[in-house]
């Protein structure tokens, strides 16, 4: 079955660091692929998604590019500001049966000033 | 952008009581609507899926009799904790599938607390 594999946390960085989160994905055919992110308290905001081979998503000054050779979909940012504190989720949707997304287990980011 | 209104944002029980968590998409037609419960080590566990107008799909090792799900309309889910205990207690959010356009949309979540 769909699987998704994320870098386990907690990730501390100083302000104005690069941000590297991991993520992998096992799944059938040609998945679509999200980054979710979860501020303290509430629930799951679309930060990013790439629906198709080498699509690069991107928002927020946060990057990610869909992998198919190496079944990856990392989350980039060049330099993370205190306001990017959150958790991260990477999932993916691989278009079969009940529209479900598969979640990694999450990635707590904590900047500090 | 779509919005789903989750309700209430906390809410503190007495053991044995029920509880209603209501999910409403306010500007698209879900047909689809998850309901997850959140860990505090942060995993996200889907409890079931529900589409409008049938019963729901629960997951393995979700008491379906327990956690009652209902999505009588394409604009509101609600799932309902039944006699809950305090290991009932746990953040749960919601997420609304847009038959339109195919997006996922979650609530803000519920911290339900079983005292």
């Known amino acids: 079955g769909d699987s998704v594999t994320q870098m386990e946390g907690p990730v501390t960085l100083s302000e104005e660091a690069f941000l590297t989160i991991n993520c992998t994905y096992t799944?059938?055919?040609?998945?679509?692929l999200f980054w979710y992110v979860q501020y303290p308290g509430e629930g799951l905001q679309l930060l990013l998604k790439?629906?198709?081979?080498?699509d690069k998503g991107s928002n927020k000054g946060f990057e990610a590019t869909y992998r198919k050779e190496t079944t990856s979909f990392h989350l980039e940012k060049g330099s993370v500001q205190v306001s990017d504190s959150a958790v991260y989720f990477c999932?993916?949707?691989?278009?079969?049966?009940?529209?479900?997304?598969?979640f990694g287990k999450g990635t707590k980011l904590s900047v500090i000033p | 952008g779509a919005v789903v209104s989750q309700h209430p944002s906390w809410v503190i029980c007495k053991s044995g009581t029920s509880v209603k968590i209501e999910c409403r998409s306010l500007?698209?037609?879900?047909?689809?609507m998850f309901w997850y419960r959140q860990f505090p080590k942060q995993s996200l566990m889907l409890m079931a899926t529900s589409n409008e107008g049938s019963k729901a799909t629960y997951e393995q090792g979700v008491e379906k009799d327990k956690f009652l799900i209902n999505h009588a309309s394409l604009t509101l889910s609600t799932l309902t904790v039944t006699s809950a205990h305090p290991e009932d207690s746990s953040f749960y959010i919601c997420s609304a599938r847009d038959r339109g356009l195919g997006g996922y949309t979650f609530g803000s979540g519920t911290r339900l607390t079983v005292v």
């Open positions: 799944a059938t055919g040609y998945p679509s």
């Open positions: 500007d698209f037609q879900a047909t689809t």
């Open positions: 790439a629906t198709k081979a080498d």
């Open positions: 999932a993916l949707y691989s278009g079969a049966g009940s529209y479900q997304l598969t």
